[in-house]
């Protein structure tokens, strides 16, 4: 019969506080399919469950479940083995939470006629016996309730992803997966500290932040990787600006808040969630979205120092090329304490990010941000896979570069090679656009080359001369006796694509010319045969130049104008691997 399919009294055993929710794995059919329209996170669905003798709403939650519901692969009338399951009880009302399930068949019809499953009987089966609750231990609270139960027992757990903002009583049973350094702010209304937590189980991950004197009294007593009983947080919907985890909500520690260390050997809650995405796949990510990604290291770059022109603070960087068995490669940008702290004696590391930032600049590129979590040879099966491949003749394949390549034949790490045809065909409009370009110089402009700047170190503005020994700068309102050279010299560069104007200023055009600018200043003062012979010297050499173009309007005519940002030598390694790439491209 088709009643034998399912558990009998199986969803009422859910209820019972005997019933071993690691073990009991009943036979359901789910009826109807209904999505959530408000109220319990992400993509939740509301499932139709029958045993054959009583019928009842549940809920899915947790990403897995999610999808093949999504996907149409759950459809009505379906059996199912539930594989793991949770429930709750909110405002004295019990609900289960479908977690996992396995497909079984797909009956044309509803099996038996189940009647619905009401509160008075679910109640009924909850007093039949006393639930066991599991010893814990090192309670902290932020209300002093050391050595206190939390907010329900462990034997009554929430998963993270049915939280929401319209409950109170709860408790989730959580790893950390990573916890942050401490964080200080400044401003109006005052100054103070915070930190953060990404926590998981199995049915999601969420936020956890705590301020100020929940950093004095629970920074130290949580450990990253371990597992915690947390309950009483605030709940509030999440700013996307600051997390990359996939959650609508976001906890909040507060006075009330407990954090319980689980003592169980075994806890059941799974380490840190990856979704890999291979290299190949990440032309069609959006920018600025987040990506959990895993390749073979196969080039790692020095230590970089730059200033941040907001804040004029001194930053460091590294970057990694990724690669894949997907046949692409991509360039990965580490930050601070971990760019400096990467372990460049490793040869060929298999580096796993989670939460890895994509950009657009200079093709495709990712950066480890402080949302994101950086693993080095993880002891995880696609790591080991992974570096089987690479090991065993992964490493004599080509892969494509998502990103721009590195050295001075190809580019540079974050700039993409363009000819001057498809600048020109690029469409560029309020926004600059920035690429390399292996181009020779066919001419340059004497005229005009340089002028007689401020000697300040700060103002390069070009001074009026007063007198023999008097230049007045109108910017610094004030008269020096002398003043510097500053260069502006204009190139035509050729490709074999055509030709373009471009401005060099002072670094750039002392590079390229060899020559210091008060150096060839004098040369135009005392030697105009010297003078000519240095400007000349470049006309017909090869040169790979960095050039921002932007789009300039005047007297309602539009025009490209292009300014050298850098000038470097070819390297014709680099230059001839970037060839051979776009070859392989072309040809599939």
């Known amino acids: 019969m088709a009643q034998d399919l399912l558990t009998t009294n199986g969803i009422l055993r859910f209820f019972n506080p005997a019933t071993d929710a690691t073990t009991y794995k009943p036979t359901v059919q789910i009826n109807a399919i209904k999505k959530c329209a408000t109220g319990i996170g992400p993509g939740k669905n509301k499932l139709l469950v029958s045993d054959g003798t009583h019928f009842t709403t549940m809920l ?30 909110t405002n004295n009302k019990h609900f289960c939470l479908i977690l996992e399930i396995t497909i079984l068949s797909y009956p044309e019809q509803r099996i038996g006629n189940p009647v619905k499953l009401t509160e008075e009987l679910i109640q009924a089966e909850v007093n039949k016996t006393p639930a066991a609750v599991n010893s814990v231990s090192t309670t902290f609270s932020t209300g002093g309730l050391a050595g206190a139960t939390p907010g329900g027992t462990p034997g009554n757990i929430y998963p993270i992803q049915s939280l929401n903002p319209y409950q109170n009583k709860w408790t989730i049973k959580a790893r950390v997966t990573k916890k ?32 100020t004197d929940a950093v004095d009294k629970f920074y130290n007593l949580i450990e990253e990787g371990q597992v915690y009983y947390i309950s009483r947080c605030s709940l509030k919907t999440a700013n996307k600006q600051y997390t990359a ?46 990506v959990d990604i895993i390749g073979v290291a196969t080039d790692i770059g020095d230590i970089q120092s730059l200033t941040a022109r907001a804040s004029g603070k001194q930053l460091t960087k590294r970057e990694v090329k990724l690669q894949d068995r997907s046949g692409a ?68 394949e080509s892969a494509r570069q998502m990103s721009s390549s590195q050295g001075g034949g190809g580019g540079s790490m974050d700039t993409p090679h363009r000819t001057f045809t498809e600048i020109k065909e690029a469409n560029i409009r309020d926004k600059p656009e920035y690429f390399c370009n292996h181009a020779a110089i066919v001419f340059d402009k004497k005229d005009n080359c340089m002028y007689q700047a401020c000697p300040s170190s700060d103002c390069n503005k070009k001074v009026m001369q007063e007198s023999a020994s008097e230049y007045r700068c109108e910017k610094c309102d004030k008269v020096y006796p002398s003043f510097k050279y500053r260069l502006m010299v204009t190139v035509k560069l050729s490709d074999f694509t055509g030709n373009e104007w471009v401005t060099c200023f002072q670094d750039t055009a002392e590079k390229l010319l060899g020559i210091a600018a008060d150096d060839l200043g004098k040369l135009k003062e005392s030697n105009e045969a010297e003078f000519d012979q240095a400007m000349n010297k470049v006309n017909f050499s090869s040169h790979n130049f960095k ?22 030598p070819i390297d014709c390694l680099s230059y001839s691997k970037r060839l051979v790439d776009e070859i392989k491209a072309l040809e599939g």
């Open 60 to 89: 899915s939650v947790g990403e897995d479940i999610d999808k093949i519901i999504a996907d149409d692969t759950v459809r009505k009338n379906a059996v199912v083995k539930v594989e793991r399951y949770s429930v709750s009880n």
């Open 329 to 396: 490669a991509v360039n990965l940008t580490l930050w601070g304490k971990e760019a400096e702290e990467f372990d460049t004696a490793l040869t060929n590391p298999v580096v796993a990010v989670k939460a890895a930032k994509v950009s657009d600049f200079g093709g495709r590129s990712l950066s480890v941000s402080f949302n994101s979590t950086l693993q080095v040879n993880p002891d995880i099966a696609p790591s080991h896979e992974l570096k089987g491949w690479y090991e065993s003749g992964g490493k004599n």
């Open 245 to 290: 985890i996939k959650n609508d909500y976001e906890m909040t520690i507060n006075n009330d808040t407990t954090i319980v260390k689980c003592q169980e050997v075994d806890t059941g809650v799974p380490q840190i969630k990856l979704d890999f995405t291979k290299i190949a796949d990440l032309e069609s990510c959006e920018n600025n979205s987040f």
């Open 180 to 211: 942050s350094d401490i964080r200080t702010w400044s401003n109006a209304r005052g100054e103070g500290k915070l930190f953060s937590l990404e926590l998981i189980d199995d049915s999601g991950e969420i936020r956890c932040t705590g301020f």
């Open 547 to 568: 050039i921002r173009a932007r789009l300039e309007t005047y007297m309602d005519e539009s025009r490209l104008k292009c300014t050298a940002v850098s000038v470097e």
